[in-house]
């Protein structure tokens, strides 16, 4: 089968998605029951094809973007200070300082922290 490019636009809350594969490899991922909405922060239970509306098909591969490895100020999951809470979709809050930490994901899946201060 020959490799496209999908792109794809939540239901919810209007993040566009690039997905790059095979057919059977889209209806695969489109089956999976928790769809986890990255950039919306948000996750629905059921079929992702319920949630992800895909608007557009191309023979032509886009480049994917560059993930850029750990930086000085970022941290991973076991460097962050002990007692935060966690908040939700992987955010944490400092309950003494009232930092929040929040995260992107490296090139490898993993998640690097960085504190963002409170007002």
Do not use: W
């Amino acid at each position: 089968m020959k490799v496209k490019e999908y792109r794809a636009k939540c239901k919810i809350c209007g993040a566009n998605y690039v997905l790059q594969g095979t057919k059977e490899q889209l209806e695969k991922y489109l089956s999976i029951d928790t769809f986890m909405c990255e950039p919306g922060r948000h996750v629905e239970l059921g079929p992702i094809r319920v949630y992800l509306e895909i608007i557009s098909e191309s023979e032509k591969l886009s480049p994917l973007p560059k993930i850029e490895p750990k930086k000085p100020n970022e941290y991973e999951a076991y460097e962050l200070p002990k007692g935060l809470e966690h908040i939700g979709f992987g955010i944490f809050k400092d309950p003494k300082t009232g930092d929040i930490y929040d995260y992107r994901s490296g090139p490898k899946g993993e998640r690097f922290y960085t504190k963002q201060r409170s007002d």
